[in-house]
């Protein structure tokens, strides 16, 4: 039987290869002899035809304004003849690469957009480069756009270039040129913090100069359909923007480029699409299939996230999200296996006088030292805390894979996939929705985090709530008072939990504010209540008085109930009848907030 995917796409023998090279930006230039971008260069060149045969245009209509963009064609065609001159030229002493700049730019556009003339010639190319800058200007000039009633048509010059697409040129892009080869939708602008913090803006148009994020909700040329695109990416941490739009928008496949790197898609629009990676950087790749997000106290999170991340050489399969890596072996773990530091600045803040942005690759780099490491998890967290700061938790799953192997200049390069993302407001270290819910302290080893605590109640007992140092997810606890490590459906589990939580000062009266407290990094705590009771009823020896104690571990529960659920982000609900009440946790509601010192 034929899928309804084969029968939406054409056979190969029926239609011409669909190709797209897309650079991350700062693509460099043959005159650097970076090799990294000159094999970039060269793709394109053969792609299009070769040194012989190919004849390539150049859009720099992203730039701002007519005079750059004509400098920034004119450098195109200096870069082609540069390539020609350095590598090229021994072994085709005769030829002449066919490069011109296209002259349809920001200031013109409207008039010449149905010139017959230019739609002639670029029907003649054989392949299409555009340039960075500003990709709304492309939209813009590409389409009739309607913000009023949210419409747009194309123009004959989008037109044409679309016949030459589909008819086997290769469309190339790098920076806004890339990231306008998109369908719907389109990021226009915007940094991961704000975006984490204030969500996503459509807009149709040039949006301002803000970090806030922003997106057209027609989308770019929409030459690119496989889910959102992003540039610049691991430089300039764009891993939260670019997740945050896709949860926004319900996109389940984001694709971030780094700089000097290209994503070259191939069949594209067919069953038998394959994306490789060709460059100095890679792609990271952001499945959000399974993700989950949560809203509390105004403030967004989400979980489930699967990242991987491709360098040179590896290929993947948009329809059935799977990596290949090519030429790579398992990567051999080693170092610490308890955890690795937490990172600060994970999505590499913009310094507000320079205007650079710092610690660039800090989140891809962080889960690359994951995947090299024994750690099973790690922690970055943003540098920005106003009003509040961002933390990223990567861990990995028996489905993560490291690989590694070299690259074409002999360099290592690691790749990985199926790492888990989770990404959430003052960063506890777990997340809301886990079986067991802790303030987990692990990642920050070296560090000291303060906490402070707010309790509320809506009902009838006078319950008390608090946390317990605990030795492991298990739950074990050491008895203070024997030495003896305990778990939860061991006897004397409850006044050992107790015990340690009235020699750590964190217990509380389940309504009021308590204190902030320094705890130390590397710890892991568990909430627990006693109902209608106090401490000194549980730890007398008078056992007749003993009021329940609910804890998150069901062994150490009477009739093994769950009695304590996550409400949102750093909050914990209880339940305080023994037969689990009506079930809503609210009877106690703990909530934490920890700053890491």
């Known amino acids: 039987m034929e899928s309804t995917l084969d029968a939406q796409m054409p056979s190969s023998a029926s239609s011409p290869t669909k190709t797209l090279v897309l650079v991350g930006g700062a693509w460099q230039y043959p005159a650097t002899e970076d090799a990294y971008g000159v094999s970039i260069y060269r793709d394109i060149l053969e792609r299009a035809g070769g040194v012989e ?28 003849q540069d390539l020609y001159d350095l590598y090229l030229k021994d072994e085709y002493p005769n030829a002449k690469i066919d490069v011109e700049w296209i002259p349809f730019e920001i200031e013109n556009y409207d008039q010449v ?36 009633t949210g419409t747009r048509t194309e123009t004959p010059i989008l037109q044409a270039v679309r016949e ?16 306008v080869q998109t369908g719907s939708p389109m990021i226009t602008e915007g940094e991961s913090y704000e975006a984490l913090l204030n969500g996503s803006t459509s807009l149709i148009g040039s949006p301002p100069f803000v970090k806030d994020l922003y997106y057209n909700p027609l989308g770019g040329l929409g030459f690119f359909n496989y889910g959102l695109l992003d540039t610049h990416f691991s430089e300039r941490g764009r891993q939260g923007r670019i997740v945050r739009l896709a949860s926004d928008v319900g996109a389940d496949l984001t694709f971030g480029v780094d700089e000097n790197t290209a994503l070259i898609v191939t069949q594209a629009d067919r069953a038998d699409v394959n994306l490789q990676v060709l460059g100095e950087g890679g ?3 952001s499945d959000l299939t399974a993700a989950s997000v949560e809203q509390g106290d105004g403030y967004w999170s989400i979980n489930g996230v699967k990242a991987s991340y491709l360098t040179e050489g590896d290929q993947y399969n948009p329809l059935t999200k799977a990596a290949t890596f090519m030429n790579k072996t398992l990567v051999v773990e080693s170092g610490n296996l308890v955890s690795l530091p937490a990172i600060a600045n994970v999505f590499s803040a913009i310094d507000p006088e320079t205007g650079d942005w ?6 891809t780099q ?19 805390t106003q009003p509040i700061a961002y933390g990223v938790e990567l861990s990995k799953t028996s489905e993560t894979q490291g690989l590694s192997g070299l690259d074409s200049l002999g360099e290592e390069r690691l790749s990985f996939a199926n790492l888990d993302v989770a990404i959430a407001p003052l960063y506890t270290g777990r997340l809301p929705g886990t079986a067991n819910e802790f303030i987990d302290l692990r990642p920050f080893v070296t560090q000291a985090v303060e906490a402070s605590f707010i309790t509320s109640s809506d009902a009838l007992f006078n319950n008390l709530v608090g946390l317990y140092l605990v030795q492991d997810e298990q739950g074990t606890v050491v ?3 024997t030495g003896k490590s305990l778990l939860p459906a061991d006897a004397g589990y409850a006044a050992a939990a107790v015990r340690q939580s009235q020699a750590s000062g964190l217990n509380f ?14 710890d892991i705590y568990a909430p627990f209540l006693i109902a209608n009771g106090t401490i000194e009823q549980v730890l007398n020896q008078d056992t007749a008085d003993d009021p329940a104690v609910f804890f998150n571990f069901s062994d150490a529960n009477p009739m093994g109930l769950d009695h304590i659920k996550p409400l949102g982000l750093n909050q914990f609900g209880f339940e305080d009848l023994v037969g689990g009440g009506d079930l809503d946790y609210n009877d106690a509601v703990l909530k934490v907030n920890l700053q890491v010192l």
């Open 53 to 80: 045969s190919a004849k390539i245009g150049i859009f720099t209509t992203a730039s701002s304004s007519a005079e750059r963009a004509q400098e920034n064609g004119e450098l195109y065609v200096q870069d082609f």
């Open 113 to 148: 957009e149905n010139d017959p003339a230019l739609i002639e010639k670029i029907k003649s190319y054989t392949g299409f480069i555009f340039g960075g800058g500003d990709q709304s200007l492309i939209t813009q000039a590409f389409f009739n756009e309607d913000s009023a």
């Open 164 to 179: 030459r697409y589909e008819a086997g040129a290769v469309v190339a892009g790098t920076s806004a040129g890339t990231s």
């Open 283 to 285: 792609v990271f790749i």
């Open 358 to 363: 710092t610690d660039p690759r800090e989140f």
């Open 366 to 384: 962080t889960a690359i030292s994951l995947i090299e490491s024994q750690s099973v998890l790690t922690v970055g967290i943003s540098e920005e």
């Open 479 to 481: 008895d203070l008072l």
């Open 509 to 522: 009266a389940a309504q009021g504010t308590a204190p902030a407290v320094e705890l130390k990094g590397g």
